[in-house]
């Protein structure tokens, strides 16, 4: 179980910071300023998906498939959660 827990630990946040950089990058200037760039933009953060992906795949595909399961549980509570208290994406 600890196995589990540290690979969708590791996975979601790492793929996620990834993901970031593309909506912050795609995102007006006004925005954001970072006085850095990333360099090979976009190949860093495209690499580090692959390496995670094939991490937490080679950790089986029974830890894999509980590591989908717990993160599609937890985005139905979270729509739950958000529909009942009218949050996004229900706010309108």
Not at 17 to 23: D, G, K, P, Q, R
Not at 54 to 78: D, E, I, N, R
């Amino acid at each position: 179980m600890r196995n589990l827990v540290s690979d969708i630990d590791y996975f979601f946040v790492y793929h996620i910071s990834c993901l970031n950089n593309y909506l912050i990058k795609n995102k007006p200037k006004e925005f954001f300023f970072f006085p850095f760039i990333m360099w090979l933009y976009p190949l860093p953060a495209l690499v580090a998906i692959l390496m995670w992906i094939g991490l937490f795949l080679s950790t089986g595909m029974y830890f894999a498939l509980g590591g989908v399961l717990v993160m599609s549980a937890g985005a139905v509570v979270y729509f739950i959660r958000s529909y009942y208290q009218k949050s996004w994406p229900f706010n309108n």
